[in-house]
C-alpha cells in the first residue's frame, strides 16, 4: 500500500490549489474502496494535523473546523485517487499536506487522529503568500 500527494506550490493569498493523492500497491481485498482517506498538515514547528478525511462507506466527508467550507476532499475510486481542493487559501495555510490511508470498518465513523492512519504518503509542499 503506497500514497502519493501531489499538486502542491507556492500561491498567494485567494488562490486555489487542488492536491491528488495517487494510491498504488495491494489493498485489501483488491479494491480502495474498502479504505478511508484522510488529509493532514504540518507546519514548520508545529504537530501534523488533521485537515479532512472522507469515508469508504458513503464517501461522507468531515473537516476541521479551520478548513470547513474552504476545503473540499473527494475520491475518485475507479482511478484510485483522492483529492483536497482548496480555495481562497491563506498564509496560514501553509504547510507540508499528507494524504493518509486506513482500512475501514462498517462504522462509517470520521477518524481524525492521525494515530488511526496506518498508511502515509510523502508529503506535497502547499505556500501562500501575503
Known amino acids: 500500500v503506497q500514497l502519493q500527494a501531489s499538486g502542491g506550490g507556492l500561491v498567494q493569498a485567494g488562490d486555489s490549489l487542488r492536491l491528488s493523492c495517487e494510491t498504488s500497491?495491494?489493498?485489501?481485498?483488491?479494491?480502495?474502496?474498502?479504505?478511508?482517506m484522510g488529509w493532514f498538515r504540518q507546519a514548520p514547528g508545529t504537530e501534523r494535523e488533521f485537515v479532512a478525511t472522507?469515508?469508504?462507506?458513503?464517501?461522507?466527508?468531515y473537516y476541521a473546523d479551520s478548513v470547513q467550507g474552504q476545503f473540499t476532499i473527494s475520491r475518485d475510486s475507479a482511478r484510485n485517487m483522492a483529492y483536497l481542493q482548496m480555495n481562497s487559501l491563506k498564509p496560514e495555510d501553509t504547510a507540508v499536506y499528507y494524504c493518509?490511508?486506513?482500512?475501514?470498518?462498517?462504522?462509517?465513523?470520521?477518524?481524525?487522529?492521525?494515530?488511526?492512519?496506518?498508511?502515509w504518503g510523502r508529503g506535497t509542499q502547499v505556500t501562500v503568500s501575503s
Open positions: 493518509a490511508a486506513r482500512l475501514a470498518y462498517s462504522d462509517n465513523a470520521f477518524y481524525t487522529a492521525k494515530t488511526e492512519y496506518p498508511y
Open positions: 500497491g495491494r489493498p485489501y481485498g483488491g479494491t480502495w474502496r474498502k479504505y478511508d
Open positions: 472522507i469515508t469508504s462507506a458513503t464517501d461522507s466527508t
